[in-house]
């Protein structure tokens, strides 16, 4: 059997990303409860993020991010956001199933990370959104990266 078939993705982690177009299931906002999953296998270059929904300036959006190893939830409006991050590292060379959720509060108490199925320590990274928006329009894209 092979590998990879024409329903798989192979990334070689340069410049490898997939835009999947506006999907309005996937415009979310601060008020919603979702969710986001996927496997990773990480190099030791991989920063950015997993999954994300951003548009224009001022950043408006939401996301799945990796930086050293650690895994960020966001939800963001400008320099307003919800953001919570792993305590936990992802390893180089290994796979990892990581999901994150959000209740739709709007707050990182409603932020919620998970690694391999079990829920994670996280820190709050900043927990400012307020009422802010982070409603994109349907000219926002998924990246996939």
Known sequence: MPLFTEHSLDFDGTNDHVLIGNVPELSFERTDPFSLAGWVKITSSTDGYLISKIEGSPLIGWGLYINGGQVD??????????????????F??????????SAGTGTVAGLNLYINGSSVGVSTIDDNLGANSILTTDLS????S
């Open 73 to 90: 939830l966001l939800i963001f409006n400008d320099t307003n956001q919800a953001r919570i991050r792993t305590g936990v590292v992802v």
């Open 92 to 101: 180089e060379g290994f796979w990892f199933h990581i999901a994150g959720t």
């Open 141 to 144: 894209l998924i990246h996939i």
